[in-house]
């Protein structure tokens, strides 16, 4: 029995490593056929070699952050799909390779070797800021070309190969503090926030800077971290003594759900405000979606929207994952899309190198405006986006566009 | 003052849902003498089932809690039986090994089951929260419900520990289970028994949990199962009534140092609570002190 199992297992690594040594081709071929999510017509791009042009993701599919990889695995299929039915880019089809990093900065590197591996040409990826500022530097290092849907840590585009498509953390905080002065929606602000990630530390700070501008005070400020998420009774408590009209939320729906349960235990009712990470409360699963009833958040996306581009987007997504995309997926669209624009823009060939197709892709970027889901005429400076947030409060149980 | 007594009130009812986590890890620890890590992650899948019973099929809570405990403790066996019993002779690493092994498995079956999206869960206590001095302070039915419910299981461990015959059955395995066999005890069975009651637990911890804090991931169980273990060394591990004050001291350190000194250190607290205690009494607070025999 144990003979036999090793003897299977002797096989399964001859197999692997024959598979390896292939060329380029067949290589690719496995990983396309592995991907099941990976569609015919890349298939057939693939297996004519050397004339696609390679996308490579990368994020989290499996692990605590899963549904944001998934979304933006999701949202780059769609583009890719109608980009290769349309007739590709500049007449060549698109490759498409996605790769778990599980959220983790070391996996993320891994992903990003194995999909060097396969000839990844531009790369659309980290999903999380982490991970993102990891691969960051591996990009530099081989000069690729970078765009990340959904890093919004400052560290993520640092470089001149990479550029994003979301809203960086600073530009959330102080928009969030502007849109409350601005709007008298408070005299007493109370926050809380995660001390221990990057998204959540990085608006708070832009926040209280801009805070010090504004009409309204900041009362009360706690923390919590990544060990500790589960108990908000403490950060609630302290909130509601020192008098806050106003609940400023910069961190992840998952908590988010916690703390409004937690206000409501307390019988305390102030103005929740968000940012895009409150993308998604709604569909909590099992969510009393009465609490959170008047939460405002700033967001790039909103399904509902009338935008003929968005709706063609949402009725191409519910039909292919039978859910209602998010930001991360319209970001992840949007993403491919601009990679588009700048190789057309460019006029650039897959049988460029990856160091002289980033290049040119980066040198055309300043000619880019760009019209998608997340936003119109959006052009880039130092790899930031220059778009306007929507405003969305949640009414009656949905997300409405204020 | 009535601030204090707000987050006291807070920080015992934390503390009971880590008292009843750490008293499955401490009967374990004391009886088989392995520290099972898939601990936290039963208590996630006892939370899980009753999602799917009571919100998901629309059961009864009493019921759905009772399926859960049934599940739990099928589970616990099914664990014991398949990853733990064949490294019987085996050395204590690899025992360790095996069990974030299983941790990681239940974890990956969670997660293909249902999924990595966040699930709010529907608290089974129904009892209105009691509303003192002109709801300044506020007691949900949650913390009533998980104090009484502590209490209650740690006296009847001890009871049953004491009085029953596989009690003292357990009690002598873990003085020498060699010894115990010769005495007739049947040791495969008494520690069968032991993961049987010490999974039950985790239903119900999974359960309460989850009440008081209505979040439902297949991560759910990994953080709460660590603090657990370090309130049963806290505690002395091995001892029930050791693992109940350690549970309770822990979630009372954690709100009130939260609340006074900072809410990011919390754990950093927490921990350096620990490592005083235990610098000053290392088998912690109830720990016996085992003579090596030579």
């Known amino acids: ?402 | 003052m009535i601030g204090f007594i707000s987050y006291l009130v807070n920080g015992i009812s934390l503390g009971s849902v880590y008292a009843i986590i750490a008293l499955g890890y401490t009967m374990v620890y004391g009886i088989a003498k392995m520290l099972n890590f898939a601990h936290g992650d039963v208590i996630m899948i006892g939370a899980f089932v009753v999602f799917s019973t009571v919100s998901g099929a629309g059961l009864p809570p009493v019921v759905g809690v009772l399926i859960s405990v049934v599940a739990c403790t099928l589970l616990g066996m099914a664990i014991e039986r398949i990853a733990y019993k064949p490294l019987r002779k085996a050395s204590k690493l690899a025992v360790l090994i095996t069990a974030i092994g299983v941790s990681y498995f239940l974890q990956n079956v969670a997660l293909l089951i249902y999924g990595a999206n966040t699930k709010s869960f529907t608290s089974v206590v129904a009892i209105e929260p009691i509303s003192l001095m002109d709801g300044s302070l506020v007691i949900s039915g949650e913390t009533i419900v998980t104090v009484i419910a502590c209490i209650i299981i740690m006296i009847g461990l001890m009871t049953f520990m004491k009085y029953s015959k596989s009690g003292r059955a357990m009690l002598a395995v873990s003085e020498d289970s060699g010894a115990a066999q010769l005495m007739g005890v049947n040791v495969n069975s008494t520690i069968a028994l032991t993961f049987a009651i010490g999974s039950a637990l985790a239903a119900i911890a999974g359960v309460l949990l989850c009440s008081s804090y209505p979040s439902l991931t297949p991560y759910t169980g990994s953080m709460p199962g660590i603090k657990a273990f370090v309130a049963a060394v806290f505690g002395g591990i091995g001892s029930i009534p050791g693992a109940f004050i350690g549970g309770i001291l822990l979630g009372v350190i954690e709100i009130l140092g939260k609340a006074y000194i900072s809410s990011q250190l919390a754990d950093a607290i927490v921990f350096a609570v620990l490592i005083i205690v235990l610098l000053v009494k290392p088998t912690g607070l109830l720990g016996r002190q085992i003579q090596e025999k030579v």
């Open chain 1, 1 to 402: 029995m144990k003979k036999a199992l090793s003897l299977l297992l002797v096989g399964a690594m001859t197999l692997s490593l024959a598979a390896c040594g292939g060329n380029g081709d067949s290589a690719s071929t496995d990983s396309a056929a592995e991907e099941s999510t990976t569609t015919e017509e890349t298939e057939a791009a693939d297996s004519e070699g050397g004339e696609a042009f390679k996308i490579g993701g990368i994020g989290p599919i499996t692990g605590g952050t899963a549904i944001y990889g998934t979304a933006v695995q999701n949202g780059i299929q769609i583009a890719v799909d109608e980009i290769n039915a349309a007739g590709g880019i500049n007449g060549y089809q698109i490759d498409y390779n996605f790769q778990d990093d599980e959220g983790d900065s070391e996996k993320a590197i891994n992903a990003y070797n194995t999909l060097k591996d396969w000839g990844m040409q531009v790369l659309v990826g980290a999903v999380t800021s982490a991970p993102c500022i990891a691969v960051a530097e591996e990009t530099r290092n081989d000069n690729m070309f970078q765009i990340t849907p959904s890093g919004t840590a400052v560290e993520c585009v640092q470089y001149p190969n990479a550029l994003r498509m979301c809203f960086s953390d600073p530009t959330q905080g102080t928009e969030s503090a502007k849109y409350i002065g601005e709007n008298g929606m408070a005299t007493k602000v109370a926050v809380i926030y995660d001390s221990s990630d990057v998204y959540s530390t990085g608006i708070y700070e832009a926040f209280a800077a801009e805070a010090a501008n504004q009409p309204f005070e900041v009362v009360s400020v706690e923390a919590f971290t990544a060990d500790s998420k589960t108990d908000f009774s403490v950060q609630v408590q302290k909130s509601k003594e020192a008098g806050a009209d106003l609940l400023f939320m910069p961190f992840y729906y998952t908590e988010a759900s916690l703390v409004l349960a937690e206000c409501d235990k307390q019988g305390y009712e102030p103005t929740f405000f968000g940012c895009d990470g409150m993308d998604g409360i709604l569909g909590v699963e099992n969510f009393d979606v009465a609490l959170a009833e008047g939460l405002t958040f700033l967001a790039p996306f909103v399904a509902k929207s009338e935008d003929e581009m968005v709706q063609n987007f949402v009725t191409k997504y519910e039909e292919a994952y039978g859910e209602t995309p998010n930001q991360f997926a319209a970001d992840a669209y949007d993403s491919v899309y601009v990679v588009k624009a700048a190789i057309e823009a460019a006029g650039a060939t897959p049988d460029m190198s990856v160091s002289d197709l980033c290049d040119a892709m980066m040198g055309a970027m300043s000619s880019v405006t760009y019209d998608g889901v997340t936003g119109k005429s959006i052009t880039w400076t130092d790899g930031e986006p220059n778009k306007a947030p929507l405003v969305v409060q949640v009414s009656g149980g949905e997300y409405t566009e204020l």
